[in-house]
């Protein structure tokens, strides 16, 4: 299986205020996706990261909100704009490989905004 | 627009018990995956199941995909306190969406 790592694992974070989580893959990773999952709630798709161009967001999430960079075919980040107390969640980063989509999630971060 | 189903939300069962979680999708799929998330873990993949009417086994675990293409189900039997935890389908359309997850806790 792929080897996905994330930092933060944990903060928390002020109202009004941004932050980037870092993810870093290992090469079996192709296609890259960012994730979050509310508490008790199931994982739903923000957007997939595509390198060296804008990332592919899903209904109900934009840019401006969350922006996400994916410099080269290993690393990605995933900011979050202005955080709100609905902003506390987990973020996860995830990537599947050559010839499948099976998805592989790192370890989370998990966000409180206070 | 493509949705999934995944039934019981919750199971509460004794320990040594049979455990089974059903996922629905509108559509056809092109594959199904099963992940399990252990309380205050991440999802964590069990298993893809591609063929129609195909049926894999990993020890107490059985999957179990439809011939249609269109629903699977994980049967686990005799649970143990290890299989606490959500059990979340994938489905596969263009992208994964997963499913809203069974909560299985095991009463020792």
């Known amino acids: 299986s792929a080897v996905i790592s994330q930092k933060p694992s944990r903060d928390i974070c002020q109202r009004g205020t941004s932050l980037t989580i870092q993810c870093q893959v290992d090469s079996q990773v192709t296609m890259m996706f960012w994730y979050r999952q509310q508490p008790g709630q199931s994982l739903t798709l923000i957007a997939t990261?595509?390198?060296?161009?804008?990332?592919?967001?899903e209904s109900g999430f934009v840019i401006d909100k969350f922006p996400i960079s994916r410099p080269n075919l290993t690393f990605s980040t995933l900011t979050v704009s202005n955080m709100s107390p609905e902003d506390s969640s987990i973020y996860l980063c995830?990537?599947?490989?050559?010839?499948?989509?099976?998805?592989?999630f790192g370890e989370g971060s998990w966000l409180t905004v206070v | 627009g493509q949705q999934v189903m995944q039934i019981p939300q919750y199971q509460h069962v004794q320990e040594g018990e049979d455990f089974t979680t059903y996922c629905n999708s509108s559509?056809?799929?092109?594959?199904i995956q099963w992940y399990k998330q252990r309380p205050g873990g991440h999802p964590v993949f069990l298993i893809q199941l591609v063929k129609s009417g195909e049926v894999k086994k990993q020890k107490r675990l059985t999957f179990q995909f439809g011939e249609a293409k269109k629903n699977s189900s994980l049967h686990i039997t005799a649970t143990q306190t290890t299989d606490v935890g959500t059990y979340f389908c994938?489905?596969?359309?263009?992208?994964?969406?997963f499913g809203p997850g069974t909560s299985l806790s095991v009463i020792p």
């Open positions: 995830s990537g599947s490989g050559q010839g499948g989509n099976t998805i592989y």
């Open positions: 559509t056809t799929l092109s594959n």
């Open positions: 994938g489905a596969s359309y263009d992208k994964v969406i």
């Open positions: 990261a595509n390198q060296g161009s804008e990332a592919t967001y």
